[in-house]
């Protein structure tokens, strides 16, 4: 083989390393926004299915969420490392077959590879295995690590001098928890330094024989080659890792949108129903209790919401109106006590049961698909949305845009639109409103301060079109902090600090003593 073999070889990987290296970099951007844009759509569905908020706020699936929230989501790390893998796996093969022109011994390498990429592979699933294990007692190595750091258990572990035996029993059962993770690290560790060498032994073979023969060239080449393609396999290590990593988290956030999944069709039919009693919603003896905290915010809740009406729940800030407005609409479960519907058809189906948070999410999408998301994640279409887009003030808001419903918005994009507080709460509201017209129950939690006055004007004089529309006897439930919103209702449920204090026809409680008859002689809001 001519001596400038060498040569060719340099200047084959330089030119190919700087023109395949910009146009991979830029593909990967591209594959991860791409990925991005998808796991936001898949959140987005996800949240507006049936699922609780408590189900989300297990500690598993929030950071599942967490992740698929970024927006170089694992998912798209780990496509672009096994993108990037691939594409950088045709250096090395075009250099390993100028490196087998140069010198046939070189094929060798091959066969070298094959325990290292095997041990990568068999790793990773060795990992996976110790990660199930340890899962179960996850929750219970962070409350002991929680409490070694300080928070209120540690006052009670030094009240009883009892830290120092708390740490040590704490070391000693991690220690038993974590003990197949460490054990399988150990193994891989041991494996990948073994098929490390044996990798280097057979380069290093390959390249003492080719000087030994006085073939410079091929020493060169050889040498090269060596040396890519051990960088090589840890790229696919690595690649094969992050992929498997993302599958696992993929597959425990798929347990959320499954709920979404297993939801009964729904006929969408306009027919109208009837409750047995004039009864659309009622509560016994319901507490609700945050996960993770220890008092309630609702406390022994007993009340009938009735049927095609406008019902407002008033009270004080912190007095649990936005959170019995999360029991209504079935995003959270009551720790005790139950909710009765007296409508059949009246499950926890998104199709009878809409309604507004107090702070919608920002979805950062098209301004379209964020104004009627519930449109993009449900089977069936819902009726209204032309209705709900005009009744929330979404139209307006689209038809100030740039690009109309395809503009994009929010920090995500290249060239993004900010829209304003009240702006975002009004693409929030549109969605909200989807299928208000078949629901049995519409649950808003106005928002005091997004809200210009005239828009909420406009949404009380919205509320009772709903109730007057409505094909399913349905009610609307607005939580409002003002009295002219209250008066304009049929009923009303005053609640402070968690309990109720005040129900009735508005006249019946202006016109007796009580805690909502007291507030409304003083001016202004609640
Ligand atoms: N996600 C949460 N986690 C823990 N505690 C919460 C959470 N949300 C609300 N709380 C607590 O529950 C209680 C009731 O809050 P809630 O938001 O229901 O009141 P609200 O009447 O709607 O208040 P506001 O008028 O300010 O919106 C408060 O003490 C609040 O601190």
New binding site residues.
């Given amino acids: 083989m001519p001596a400038y073999v060498g040569i060719v070889y340099f200047l084959v990987v330089t030119v190919a390393l700087h023109i395949m290296g910009p146009a991979a970099g830029s593909a990967q951007l591209n594959v991860a926004t791409q990925l991005g844009l998808v796991a936001n759509k898949d959140i987005a569905r996800a949240l507006s299915s049936t699922a609780t908020l408590d189900e989300i706020e297990q500690p598993q699936v929030a950071e599942d969420l967490t992740v698929f929230r970024s927006r170089q989501t694992v998912l798209g790390e780990s496509f672009v490392r096994t993108y990037q893998a691939i594409f950088n796996l045709s250096v090395p093969l075009v250099l390993m077959v100028i490196a087998a022109l140069t010198s046939p011994l070189t094929l060798l390498l091959i066969p070298a590879c094959i325990p290292a990429i095997w041990v990568g592979v068999k790793g990773e699933k060795m990992r996976e295995h110790a990660e199930n294990e340890l899962a179960p007692h996850q929750v219970r190595m962070n409350t002991m690590a929680e409490a070694v750091q300080g928070k209120s258990a540690a006052t009670e572990l030094r009240i009883y001098g009892a830290t120092q035996w708390y740490i040590d029993k704490y070391r000693h059962t991690t220690q038993l928890w974590a003990a197949p993770t460490t054990r399988a690290n150990l193994t891989i560790t041991w494996l990948t330094a073994l098929t490390t060498a044996l990798y280097f032994a057979v380069g290093a073979g390959l390249i003492w024989s080719t000087a030994h023969n006085g073939n410079l060239s091929a020493t060169t080449v050889t040498l090269m080659t060596v040396m890519q393609l051990s960088g090589l396999l840890s790229g696919i290590r690595f690649a094969y890792a992050d992929l498997s990593k993302a599958r696992r988290a993929y597959k425990r956030f798929t347990t959320i949108t499954q709920l979404e999944d297993n939801a009964e069709p729904t006929s969408n039919s306009p027919q109208r129903q009837h409750t047995s009693d004039g009864i659309i919603a009622s509560l016994h003896n319901v507490s609700y209790r945050?996960p993770a905290?220890k008092s309630y915010?609702l406390e022994d809740i007993t009340v009938d919401f009735p049927a095609n009406s406008l019902v407002s729940i008033v009270?004080s800030?912190?007095?649990?109106?936005?959170?019995l407005a999360m029991l209504l609409r079935g995003v959270r479960n009551p720790t005790e006590g139950k909710i009765t519907r007296p409508l059949r058809a009246y499950s926890n189906n998104h199709l009878n049961l809409a309604g507004i948070p107090?702070q919608p999410a920002r979805w950062e999408l098209r301004a379209y698909e964020t104004a009627t998301l519930p449109q993009q994640g449900s089977k069936a279409p819902l009726n209204n949305e032309q209705q709900a887009l005009e009744a929330s003030g979404a139209t307006e808001v689209i038809n100030s845009l740039k690009d109309k419903g395809q503009t994009p918005l929010g920090e995500s994009w290249e060239n993004p639109t900010q829209l304003s507080g009240g702006q975002w709460q009004r693409l929030g509201n549109a969605r909200g409103l989807l299928g208000t017209d078949t629901a049995a129950l519409t649950v808003i939690d106005e928002p005091t301060s997004a809200l210009d006055a005239l828009a909420e004007e406009k949404m009380v004089r919205s509320c009772r079109q709903i109730v007057e529309d409505s094909t399913n006897n349905g009610s609307v439930i607005l939580?409002t902090?003002r009295l002219s919103s209250a008066l304009a209702s049929d009923y009303i449920v005053m609640?402070d600090k968690g309990k109720i204090v005040a129900t009735g026809r508005p006249r019946e409680l202006l016109t007796t003593q009580n805690p909502f008859s007291k507030l409304a002689d003083l001016p202004g809001e609640f």
């Fill in positions: 945050y905290e915010a009270g800030n912190g007095s649990g109106k936005s959170t107090q939580i902090h609640l």
